[in-house]
């Protein structure tokens, strides 16, 4: 497993770099794993074994991936070798039960056929909910103003939004492509498995900086 190789070539280096890649490798997979099921996407890492109990995880791993993540965090002021091993040590069962306990599951996405055909039409790889009224495109190239309000004229019909009232953002944009990682709900895909992978990695970004 990459994520156990990762691990282990870190010990070369000293158990507290060992602790921290451990640690930063089971946040990563933490919020993969979040992602990959569909679950709601916490803003903080602290709040990922929240999301994850009772579903993904059962409450004893998800207490002590909250330990894991809260004591790496202080690990930089402790500079403590025995705390450290217990962090690796801990991560290290945690990556392996994540493993195999998180499987991609993440809800089908029915779209539509006319919001599906007037998406691929506008070169658009996926399409994300992030509010009333307010969509977020992944395209093969940022769109321009005027193919976004086409873009949202064309939907308007489909999705029984005024095309005054419907906004479309482009994933491009920073500030779209933060809410999106945040909130956003996948509604289109032109490749699901695809898609889930580029959302996983900006969340893993995003939340693990």
């Known amino acids: 497993m990459d994520a ?7 010990s070369s280096e000293g158990v507290m770099w060992k602790a ?5 490798t089971l946040a990563e ?7 990959e099921a569909g679950l709601p996407r916490p803003e903080r890492c602290e709040d990922l074994p929240r999301v994850l109990a009772g579903g993904i995880l059962d409450p ?4 002590k991936l909250a330990e894991v993540l809260k004591t790496a965090k202080a690990l930089h002021k402790t500079q ?3 705390v450290a091993k217990k962090i690796a040590d801990d991560a290290v069962e945690l990556v392996e039960r994540l493993a195999k306990a998180a499987r991609r599951r993440y809800p089908a996405v029915e ?5 599906r055909y007037a998406l691929k039409a506008a070169g658009v790889k996926a399409a994300y909910s992030i509010g009333p ?6 395209a093969d190239r940022p769109l321009g103003l005027e193919e976004k309000l ?3 004229a064309e939907l308007s019909a489909e999705l029984g939004i005024p095309p005054d009232r419907l906004i479309v953002g482009d994933l491009a944009e920073p500030g779209t492509l933060e809410r999106t990682i945040r909130e956003g709900k996948l509604i289109y895909a032109d490749d699901l498995d695809d898609e889930i992978d580029w959302l996983s990695e900006r969340y893993i970004e995003y939340i693990c900086c």
């Open 80 to 82: 403590d070798p025995a």
């Open 133 to 138: 009224g307010e969509l977020a495109v992944r």
């Open 29 to 35: 997979m933490a919020a993969r794993a979040v992602v």
């Open 20 to 24: 921290y890649v451990a640690a930063r």
């Open 60 to 63: 004893a791993d998800s207490a």
């Open 4 to 10: 156990l190789r990762r691990i282990a070539k870190a």
């Open 150 to 152: 086409r873009l949202a």
């Open 111 to 115: 779209t539509r056929e006319g919001v």
